[in-house]
């Protein structure tokens, strides 16, 4: 007889966890100027870059000595030595919500199970997805809008569709929908409220734990079927459901916030927005623009391993590094005009949006299909898609995450 799956269960009491996402991560218009100056500062300069930037401290690592990495190069080096700087830094949040995640792991633990979760992640498959769950995904959405002449496309549009193509990817019941994108979300509330999302995080393992064991017994085309198949009873379960705890908000948070910056940068700049529909092949160099511009998360986490030097600054094993990727994007001595959108940048550099070396993300080539069918569908469907000039221009917020609230437009 198999699983029989039971409604996801709520909080008891009327804890909202979108109203957290200032407190969480800041509502600064543009903290560049600020990060520029830390940079100027030094590479690497003792204490964290929430209490540089005024944010309240994280509960789960307020215990730990800090250090805030601003600088390209020491940022590179960061990501190519996971030897040197663990990845172990992630425990004490992302380990408490998720629990025995691949974020948290090192070599050689990381490196056996994150090919286990690739083979789900293929280019190959990603293409079939595309076909199959992002673009029915993004067509119900701009259908509920397109007749209207007008839309925001952050609240009706960018807020939803990479969170659906998740839904549809584990083939959720749509009765469990709005709770489990709540719980999901509320997850990520731990470094300021221990409690919720803890207990966020209890719930959704009951869940995924029914889940895997009705996918087991009757394997679908969902994502848990092929992550099951991927397994070769190599994959403890509680790994397993770590990564799909986490799913929602490293495959739907991050793309929800890319997709609305690079849709906030073209508007904004209308001559790149009518390249870019005149010609589709410049889509991905617009894509890797806006992740450079303004990249969903600004600073990634890591632990010193091993006592090291690092731009002439003696760490200690343990401390904690705040790895500013958003400043690495904007280093002038690698991107000329780093504060200007510009999708006819040459960049000679990567950016580090998605992270580097061994731990870079596993969903980005989903992230970036999602992101190119999204926008050749509103250039396909929204004639003359500009912004509304009745409505506030898009502001993109946030400390150590990005995202406009709203993107007003107009079309014809």
Avoid at 6 to 33: M, Q, S, T, V
Avoid at 145 to 170: E, M, N, S
Avoid at 277 to 292: C, G, N
Avoid at 324 to 350: H, M, T
Wanted: charged share 25%; with cysteine.
């Amino acid at each position: 007889m198999s699983a029989v799956l039971k409604p996801i269960r709520d909080f008891e009491d009327n804890f909202d966890p979108f109203i957290e996402d200032e407190y969480l991560f800041g509502n600064a218009l543009n903290p560049y100027p600020q990060i520029a100056e830390l940079r100027k500062r030094g590479p690497v300069l003792e204490g964290s870059y929430r209490q540089f930037m005024g944010l309240p401290e994280d509960l789960t690592t307020r215990h730990a000595r800090h250090y805030t990495i601003t600088a390209y190069r020491a940022i590179e080096h960061i990501f190519s030595n996971p030897q040197l700087f663990s990845n172990g830094a992630y425990r004490f949040n992302l380990g408490i919500s998720f629990g025995r995640s691949v974020s948290t792991m090192d070599a050689p633990e990381h490196t056996q199970f994150r090919k286990i979760f690739q083979r789900a992640f293929l280019p190959q498959i990603v293409a079939k997805w595309g076909d199959t769950i992002v673009d029915p995904v993004v067509s119900d959405l701009m259908d509920q809008f397109i007749h209207t002449g007008r839309a925001d496309l952050v609240q009706q549009f960018t807020l939803h569709y990479p969170f659906h193509i998740i839904y549809k990817q584990l083939a959720l019941p749509l009765e469990d929908i709005k709770v489990f994108h709540k719980l999901a979300i509320a997850q990520t509330v731990t470094a300021v409220d221990i409690e919720h999302g803890t207990l966020a995080s209890r719930n959704l393992g009951e869940y995924f734990a029914t889940l895997i064991e009705q996918r087991r017994r009757n394997p679908g085309s969902d994502l848990v079927s092929l992550l099951l198949q991927a397994n070769d009873g190599n994959l403890p379960e509680e790994v397993l459901i770590s990564f799909l705890r986490q799913l929602i908000n490293a495959g739907g948070d991050t793309t929800y916030r890319a997709t609305s910056v690079l849709l906030t940068g073209l508007l904004s700049n209308p001559d790149q927005l009518d390249a870019v529909k005149r010609d589709r092949s410049l889509i991905p160099q617009a894509i890797e623009e806006a992740l450079r511009w303004d990249g969903p998360v600004v600073s990634a986490a890591r632990m010193v391993a091993v006592a090291t030097t690092l731009e002439d600054v003696e760490l200690p094993a343990g401390v904690h590094l705040d790895v500013l990727s958003g400043s690495a994007n904007r280093d002038p001595e690698f991107f000329p005009n780093p504060d200007k959108f510009d999708i006819f940048r040459k960049p000679a550099y990567r950016h580090f949006s998605f992270a580097y070396g061994p731990h870079v993300c596993i969903g980005q080539h989903l992230a970036r299909v999602e992101m190119t069918r999204a926008l050749n569908a509103i250039l396909d469907r929204l004639p003359n898609v500009r912004l509304d000039p009745d409505k506030d221009a898009p502001e993109i917020r946030g400390i150590m995450m990005r995202v406009p609230k709203h993107i007003h437009v107009r079309f014809d």
